[in-house]
């Protein structure tokens, strides 16, 4: 694949003949409609037709789908459901697309190890109905039904990353098919190991390139016995950024704080039909015992008057809580309907919790400044946010401000010490700008890779 373009007619039959001869003809597809499915994500990137797709249900067939694939020294991209936002699933070189939808069974709960082993098809939705019959849940949520081997893959964390940290911090042991069809392990089922390398960390957020998952180990949590939700309103945007710093500092346990601009409020009032009130919006949940969280939240609500908080509104009903964090996570959808006519890009920046008040005024100058239409929210208990902009990809004009604002928040963020990507991974927007983060360490990272994938046929052109 050293030449970037797609596997001649002879290869490709002779690639597709082999894959028939040990997967069932249903799960070798060169319908154009399926190729077109596998060519894109979410996001605005050009899509790319791979030359077949295959639809594996055993390790063994994913071991065998790569031992073809490096004899014909074809790319392979892994694909989940196709709802990563950084041109991750997209085969830039063609070559065949591994679908892991119809790897999804959940393998085993060991409920007493708080542990669960899943195939990577399975989705966090799914995994939370089987898991309620324990009293147990899975807590990294990013929005999108995504799947746990798409999540572990970009290292995606949400919402609620604020109290139980991202995928990287979820997962205990990967099973892995390497470039040559080895299948190995990364980790064990010990609450703590001190022996060798630490191999889980480099393969989570490694985007399919050094290996395809084909079982991973979870961690997870009891059902927490009550839960809190809250909204408060300021006047400017500042006294909310810096009240959440002052409630992060007093080491009150928030499960979940974002912060949602006032352009975002207005854009979801008129699709969700809500009444908000337009202005800067933080949204809170506390989850624990009953007694305990009740002077947390009292803690918390003088904190908040502190910063001249205007407006409080509290949540224990179930239905109604639900229904306040549905309006957070539709907020990027509510942006697409709202726009039909244009595609969403959202950017995706972390800086130290110290800087965020800043970063969050930049964004919103920035912003202003580009004339297209957008918000911002944030993850702002750990320093996330995101500019959820609204362009034409068929303009240049367009484009090229998506560009320069994306480019100035990234420079701003690794000024102060942040990231270039703190959820939504590397994938093909965010490979420019690896060596500004990263500078000499880049380099073992190639190494790495080189050493794992030697003919570089594992999602070629992410990341590196």
Not at 53 to 66: G, L, N, W, Y
Not at 271 to 276: A, Q, S
């Amino acid at each position: 694949m050293g030449s970037g373009n797609k596997l001649n007619k002879v290869v490709t039959n002779q690639l597709v003949e082999e894959l028939k001869n040990f997967l069932d003809v249903d799960r070798v597809s060169q319908n154009s409609t399926v190729l077109e499915q596998h060519s894109k994500d979410e996001s605005y990137h050009t899509p790319s037709l791979p030359d077949v797709v295959v639809f594996p249900k055993t390790k063994e067939e994913v071991s065998q789908i790569m031992k073809l694939a490096t004899k014909y020294e074809t790319a392979v991209v892994p694909f989940g459901i196709g709802s990563s936002l950084e041109g991750h699933v997209i085969p830039l070189k063609h070559g065949v697309s591994i679908d892991f939808t119809r790897m999804n069974e959940i393998v085993e709960v060991r409920e007493k190890d708080l542990l669960v082993k899943v195939q990577p098809g399975v989705t966090r939705t799914q995994l939370n109905k089987a898991l309620k019959k324990y009293g147990l849940f899975f807590p990294i949520d990013p929005g999108a039904d995504a799947t746990l081997g798409g999540m572990a893959a970009t290292s995606a964390s949400g919402t609620t990353s604020v109290r139980y940290g991202t995928m990287r911090d979820q997962v205990q042991n990967l099973e892995i098919v390497l470039a040559d069809g080895t299948i190995v392990h990364t980790g064990n089922l010990a609450v703590k190991s001190s022996s060798g390398y630490h191999l889980n960390s480099l393969f989570v957020g490694s985007e399919g390139t050094l290996g395809c998952f084909t079982e991973l180990t979870l961690k997870v949590y009891g059902i927490p016995e009550f839960t809190i939700a809250h909204r408060a309103v300021f006047t400017n945007f500042e006294d909310a950024v810096e009240a959440v710093t002052v409630i992060r500092q007093t080491g009150i346990p928030v499960a979940r704080v974002e912060f949602v601009d006032v352009e975002s409020i207005r854009v979801v009032n008129k699709f969700e039909g809500t009444n908000f009130p337009e202005l800067p919006t933080l949204f809170f949940e506390f989850q624990g015992n009953k007694s305990g969280l009740m002077e947390d939240v009292k803690l918390t609500k003088q904190i908040l008057d502190d910063f001249h908080c205007v407006d409080f509104l509290q949540e224990t009903d179930n239905a109604k809580r639900n229904q306040l964090w549905k309006v957070r996570h539709n907020m990027a959808y509510s942006f697409i309907h709202m726009y039909r006519d244009r595609k969403l890009m959202s950017t995706d920046v972390a800086v130290p919790i110290s800087e965020l008040a800043g970063a969050i005024t930049f964004g919103e100058h920035i912003l202003k400044d580009s004339g297209l239409p957008g918000g911002i929210v944030g993850h702002v208990g750990d320093g996330n946010f995101h500019i959820c902009l609204m362009i034409n990809p068929n303009h240049s004009e367009d484009i090229e401000r998506a560009n320069y604002l994306n480019e100035k928040i990234v420079e701003y963020a690794l000024a102060k010490g942040g990231t270039c990507t703190g959820e939504h991974g590397v994938g093909i927007g965010k490979k420019k700008y690896q060596q500004q983060e990263h500078g000499q360490s880049l380099e073992i990272m190639k190494k790495i890779k080189a050493a794992l994938d030697p003919k570089g046929i594992l999602n070629p052109g992410k990341i590196l």
